[in-house]
């Protein structure tokens, strides 16, 4: 069966300071790989996705970045981070179908 | 444009009270896929239903059951019998032609004991 792992479960970080999230799937091969961002009390905004190794997608412009080094792990990077970063991360994946599944999440507080 | 309407920003119940939620949606696709989602407290979030635009039956499994109405653009949810475990934010979801998801703004589910 897949699973999908992501870390960490938390993370307090300052305002400028960088940040790598990473997320990789187990139990499947090529499968489409996704970040989103949820804001406390609110719903989910796609921040970047993915169809193969080097292949990144960007639907929201900010100072994030996403790579796929390897099939199945997925990174979430920023150099300076800002107070509007903050949030939930959610890292998840699909077959080349529609159903995405989500990893448990990070909770990222920016001071 | 194509979107996912929840109207209801928040539902409170008794447990044991039947509790439907809402899901509007719009597309130009003749074919999509409809899906909902439920993220407890914990956060994760887990895919409980995907329907076919060209399958119109309606789905039940256990307590959930989920009416699909093309004529009127929705996909709603109904618990019946709710429980406190069923408490969560639920989230409705438009999947378009390039295998993304339009998420709808979701909607949180409170049952009280």
């Known amino acids: 069966s897949q699973t999908i792992h992501q870390w960490p479960a938390t993370l307090v970080q300052p305002v400028g300071s960088p940040l790598s999230l990473e997320c990789t799937v187990e139990?499947?091969?090529?499968?489409?790989l996704y970040w989103y961002r949820q804001a406390a009390g609110r719903g989910l905004q796609l921040l970047f996705y993915?169809?193969?190794?080097?292949?990144i997608s960007s639907e929201v412009p900010q100072n994030l970045s996403a790579s796929r080094p390897q099939d199945r792990q997925f990174i979430l990077s920023s150099k300076k981070l800002l107070l509007s970063d903050s949030g939930f991360y959610l890292c998840?994946?699909?077959?080349?179908?529609?159903?995405?599944?989500f990893g448990p999440g990070t909770r990222l507080t920016v001071t | 444009a194509q979107k996912v309407t929840q109207a209801q920003t928040e539902i409170s119940v008794v447990e044991k009270e039947d509790v439907t939620l809402d899901c509007v949606y719009e597309?130009?696709?003749?074919?999509?896929?409809l899906f909902w989602y439920k993220q407890p407290p914990s956060g994760e979030l887990v895919f409980l239903i995907r329907?076919?635009?060209?399958d119109e039956q309606n789905e039940i499994s256990g307590r959930y059951s989920w009416n699909f109405q093309k004529s009127t653009s929705s996909f709603n949810f109904t618990i019946t019998a709710s429980q406190v475990v069923d408490s969560a934010v639920y989230f409705c979801?438009?999947?378009?032609?390039?295998?993304?998801?339009?998420w709808g703004a979701g909607t949180k589910l409170i049952i009280k004991p």
């Open positions: 998840a994946w699909s077959a080349q179908g529609y159903e995405q599944y």
């Open positions: 139990g499947t091969s090529n499968p489409n």
């Open positions: 993915s169809v193969g190794i080097g292949q």
């Open positions: 597309t130009r696709d003749t074919t999509y896929y």
């Open positions: 329907r076919n635009s060209f």
């Open positions: 979801a438009l999947g378009d032609s390039n295998y993304q998801l339009i």
